[in-house]
Protein backbone atom coordinates (compact mmCIF):
# COMPACT_ATOMS: atom_id res chain seq x y z
CA UNK A 1 0.00 0.00 0.00
CA UNK A 2 1.43 3.16 -1.21
CA UNK A 3 1.58 6.05 1.62
CA UNK A 4 2.33 9.68 0.56
CA UNK A 5 3.68 11.57 3.39
CA UNK A 6 3.37 15.27 4.44
CA UNK A 7 4.21 17.70 7.55
CA UNK A 8 0.97 17.37 9.00
CA UNK A 9 1.25 21.38 10.17
CA UNK A 10 3.28 24.24 9.17
CA UNK A 11 3.54 28.13 10.53
CA UNK A 12 5.15 30.95 8.38
CA UNK A 13 5.26 34.55 9.34
CA UNK A 14 3.74 36.76 6.75
CA UNK A 15 6.55 37.63 4.13
CA UNK A 16 8.63 34.91 4.59
CA UNK A 17 9.24 31.70 2.70
CA UNK A 18 7.87 27.93 3.41
CA UNK A 19 8.56 24.64 1.81
CA UNK A 20 5.87 21.87 1.97
CA UNK A 21 6.88 18.56 0.64
CA UNK A 22 5.45 15.52 -0.25
CA UNK A 23 7.13 11.90 0.29
CA UNK A 24 6.85 8.40 -0.02
CA UNK A 25 6.87 6.04 3.51
CA UNK A 26 8.96 3.79 1.08
CA UNK A 27 10.90 5.23 -2.25
CA UNK A 28 11.52 8.59 -4.13
CA UNK A 29 8.97 10.91 -5.51
CA UNK A 30 9.96 11.88 -8.84
CA UNK A 31 8.35 13.16 -12.39
CA UNK A 32 6.95 10.31 -12.97
CA UNK A 33 4.62 10.29 -10.14
CA UNK A 34 3.30 13.72 -12.19
CA UNK A 35 3.21 15.09 -8.36
CA UNK A 36 0.21 17.75 -7.75
CA UNK A 37 -0.74 20.26 -5.17
CA UNK A 38 -4.03 21.63 -4.46
CA UNK A 39 -4.98 24.08 -1.72
CA UNK A 40 -8.56 24.00 0.32
CA UNK A 41 -10.11 25.86 2.85
CA UNK A 42 -12.63 25.21 6.10
CA UNK A 43 -15.81 24.05 4.12
CA UNK A 44 -14.31 24.99 0.58
CA UNK A 45 -13.80 22.21 -2.31
CA UNK A 46 -9.95 21.47 -3.20
CA UNK A 47 -8.60 24.00 -5.58
CA UNK A 48 -5.45 23.33 -7.70
CA UNK A 49 -2.31 25.10 -7.29
CA UNK A 50 0.54 22.54 -8.90
CA UNK A 51 0.66 20.37 -11.59
CA UNK A 52 2.70 17.89 -13.44
CA UNK A 53 5.39 18.85 -10.53
CA UNK A 54 5.96 22.48 -11.00
CA UNK A 55 3.13 24.18 -13.65
CA UNK A 56 1.13 26.51 -11.67
CA UNK A 57 -2.35 26.41 -12.70
CA UNK A 58 -4.36 29.15 -14.29
CA UNK A 59 -4.97 31.92 -11.90
CA UNK A 60 -2.46 31.03 -9.15
CA UNK A 61 -0.18 33.84 -7.95
CA UNK A 62 3.12 33.28 -8.92
CA UNK A 63 4.72 33.37 -5.26
CA UNK A 64 3.50 29.11 -5.79
CA UNK A 65 6.09 27.28 -7.03
CA UNK A 66 6.69 23.03 -7.72
CA UNK A 67 9.74 21.13 -7.77
CA UNK A 68 11.47 18.11 -7.15
CA UNK A 69 13.43 18.61 -4.04
CA UNK A 70 15.97 15.45 -2.61
CA UNK A 71 13.75 12.81 -3.35
CA UNK A 72 10.32 14.73 -2.29
CA UNK A 73 8.03 17.16 -4.07
CA UNK A 74 8.04 20.18 -2.81
CA UNK A 75 5.39 23.48 -2.82
CA UNK A 76 7.61 26.74 -1.77
CA UNK A 77 5.84 29.54 -1.21
CA UNK A 78 7.54 33.10 -1.54
CA UNK A 79 5.72 36.24 0.35
CA UNK A 80 3.47 34.29 2.33
CA UNK A 81 0.15 36.06 3.12
CA UNK A 82 -2.59 35.84 5.49
CA UNK A 83 -4.87 34.41 2.89
CA UNK A 84 -2.56 31.52 1.95
CA UNK A 85 -3.65 30.31 5.44
CA UNK A 86 -5.35 26.47 4.25
CA UNK A 87 -4.77 23.24 4.37
CA UNK A 88 -2.37 22.21 1.45
CA UNK A 89 -2.83 18.18 -0.08
CA UNK A 90 -0.11 16.64 -2.27
CA UNK A 91 -1.14 13.60 -4.62
CA UNK A 92 0.63 11.30 -6.43
CA UNK A 93 -0.17 9.33 -9.71
CA UNK A 94 0.56 5.83 -8.58
CA UNK A 95 -1.45 4.25 -11.29
CA UNK A 96 -2.63 1.10 -9.26
CA UNK A 97 -5.74 0.85 -7.38
CA UNK A 98 -7.88 4.32 -7.29
CA UNK A 99 -4.67 5.41 -9.50
CA UNK A 100 -3.83 8.90 -7.10
CA UNK A 101 -2.99 8.58 -3.84
CA UNK A 102 -3.12 12.11 -1.64
CA UNK A 103 -0.99 13.13 1.35
CA UNK A 104 -2.66 13.34 4.75
CA UNK A 105 -2.31 17.30 4.24
CA UNK A 106 -0.50 20.11 6.13
CA UNK A 107 -2.22 22.56 7.98
CA UNK A 108 -0.56 26.29 7.34
CA UNK A 109 -0.51 28.81 9.53
CA UNK A 110 0.38 32.38 8.91
CA UNK A 111 1.50 34.20 11.70
CA UNK B 1 -19.69 28.25 -17.25
CA UNK B 2 -17.24 25.15 -16.38
CA UNK B 3 -18.87 23.15 -13.74
CA UNK B 4 -19.06 20.01 -11.63
CA UNK B 5 -22.37 19.55 -9.39
CA UNK B 6 -22.87 16.72 -7.09
CA UNK B 7 -26.23 15.84 -5.76
CA UNK B 8 -27.95 12.55 -4.11
CA UNK B 9 -25.81 12.75 -0.66
CA UNK B 10 -27.86 12.60 2.71
CA UNK B 11 -28.32 9.87 5.61
CA UNK B 12 -28.33 6.40 5.40
CA UNK B 13 -28.32 3.75 7.77
CA UNK B 14 -25.36 1.02 7.94
CA UNK B 15 -25.70 -1.56 4.71
CA UNK B 16 -27.63 1.09 3.35
CA UNK B 17 -26.98 2.58 -0.21
CA UNK B 18 -27.12 6.00 -2.23
CA UNK B 19 -26.26 6.76 -5.09
CA UNK B 20 -24.53 10.06 -6.34
CA UNK B 21 -24.81 11.94 -9.16
CA UNK B 22 -22.67 14.76 -10.76
CA UNK B 23 -23.74 16.74 -13.52
CA UNK B 24 -20.87 18.82 -15.79
CA UNK B 25 -21.15 21.33 -17.97
CA UNK B 26 -18.92 23.59 -19.87
CA UNK B 27 -16.79 21.14 -21.49
CA UNK B 28 -16.93 17.88 -23.42
CA UNK B 29 -17.42 15.46 -20.75
CA UNK B 30 -16.94 12.49 -22.74
CA UNK B 31 -13.23 13.23 -23.66
CA UNK B 32 -12.07 13.17 -19.77
CA UNK B 33 -11.78 11.06 -17.42
CA UNK B 34 -13.66 11.45 -14.30
CA UNK B 35 -13.03 10.87 -10.40
CA UNK B 36 -14.71 10.54 -6.97
CA UNK B 37 -12.80 12.38 -4.11
CA UNK B 38 -14.11 11.81 -0.58
CA UNK B 39 -13.21 13.74 2.66
CA UNK B 40 -14.18 12.41 5.94
CA UNK B 41 -14.75 14.52 9.07
CA UNK B 42 -11.83 16.36 9.63
CA UNK B 43 -9.54 14.13 7.67
CA UNK B 44 -7.83 14.51 4.41
CA UNK B 45 -8.89 13.66 1.00
CA UNK B 46 -9.17 10.03 -0.66
CA UNK B 47 -9.54 9.30 -4.15
CA UNK B 48 -12.14 6.29 -4.18
CA UNK B 49 -12.66 5.44 -8.06
CA UNK B 50 -12.28 6.78 -11.47
CA UNK B 51 -14.10 6.54 -14.91
CA UNK B 52 -12.04 6.96 -17.96
CA UNK B 53 -14.03 8.88 -20.76
CA UNK B 54 -15.56 6.12 -22.64
CA UNK B 55 -16.78 4.28 -19.49
CA UNK B 56 -14.34 1.47 -19.41
CA UNK B 57 -11.56 0.82 -17.49
CA UNK B 58 -12.90 2.34 -13.79
CA UNK B 59 -10.63 2.06 -10.71
CA UNK B 60 -11.36 1.23 -7.13
CA UNK B 61 -9.53 2.01 -3.85
CA UNK B 62 -9.63 -0.84 -1.67
CA UNK B 63 -11.67 0.74 0.93
CA UNK B 64 -14.93 0.17 -1.54
CA UNK B 65 -13.43 -1.80 -4.20
CA UNK B 66 -16.63 -5.00 -4.43
CA UNK B 67 -19.36 -2.05 -2.47
CA UNK B 68 -18.88 1.18 -5.16
CA UNK B 69 -19.65 1.14 -8.63
CA UNK B 70 -18.65 3.92 -10.79
CA UNK B 71 -20.76 5.09 -14.18
CA UNK B 72 -21.11 7.92 -16.76
CA UNK B 73 -23.68 8.54 -19.18
CA UNK B 74 -22.05 10.72 -21.50
CA UNK B 75 -25.08 11.70 -23.23
CA UNK B 76 -26.17 13.44 -19.96
CA UNK B 77 -22.94 14.77 -19.17
CA UNK B 78 -23.64 13.08 -15.54
CA UNK B 79 -21.39 10.97 -13.36
CA UNK B 80 -22.42 8.33 -11.04
CA UNK B 81 -21.54 6.41 -8.18
CA UNK B 82 -23.62 4.08 -6.17
CA UNK B 83 -22.65 2.96 -2.96
CA UNK B 84 -23.81 -0.17 -1.33
CA UNK B 85 -23.09 -2.15 2.02
CA UNK B 86 -22.44 1.48 3.27
CA UNK B 87 -20.11 1.74 6.99
CA UNK B 88 -19.74 4.40 9.12
CA UNK B 89 -16.38 4.89 8.00
CA UNK B 90 -17.70 5.73 4.58
CA UNK B 91 -18.83 8.93 6.02
CA UNK B 92 -17.83 11.86 4.33
CA UNK B 93 -18.06 14.78 1.53
CA UNK B 94 -18.01 13.40 -1.63
CA UNK B 95 -16.46 15.44 -4.14
CA UNK B 96 -16.71 14.79 -7.98
CA UNK B 97 -13.40 15.70 -10.16
CA UNK B 98 -12.45 16.19 -13.47
CA UNK B 99 -8.91 14.22 -14.44
CA UNK B 100 -6.80 15.72 -17.49
CA UNK B 101 -5.16 12.33 -18.18
CA UNK B 102 -1.97 13.75 -20.04
CA UNK B 103 -1.19 15.87 -16.51
CA UNK B 104 -2.23 12.80 -14.19
CA UNK B 105 -4.26 16.04 -12.02
CA UNK B 106 -7.45 16.93 -10.62
CA UNK B 107 -8.46 20.06 -12.43
CA UNK B 108 -11.89 20.83 -11.85
CA UNK B 109 -13.90 20.00 -8.26
CA UNK B 110 -17.54 20.43 -7.46
CA UNK B 111 -18.16 21.63 -3.96
CA UNK B 112 -19.31 18.38 -2.82
CA UNK B 113 -22.71 16.14 -1.29
CA UNK B 114 -22.64 15.41 2.27
CA UNK B 115 -23.36 11.07 3.05
CA UNK B 116 -23.45 9.87 6.59
CA UNK B 117 -23.54 6.82 7.69
CA UNK B 118 -25.28 5.97 10.83
CA UNK B 119 -27.13 4.45 12.91
Known amino acids: QTVVTQEPSFSVSPGGTVTLTCGLRSGSVSSNFYPSWYQQTPGQAPRTLIY???IRSSGVPDRFSGSILGNKAALTITGAQADDESDYYCVLYVGSGALWVFGGGTTLTVL | DVQLLESGGGSVQPGGSLRLSCAASGFTFSTYAMSWVRQAPGKGLECVSV????????HYADSVEGRFTISRDNFKNTLFLQMNSLRAEDTAVYYC????????????WGRGTQVTVSS
Open chain 2, 97 to 108: AKNRWSERDFDL
Open chain 2, 51 to 58: ISGSGTPT
Open chain 1, 52 to 54: NTN
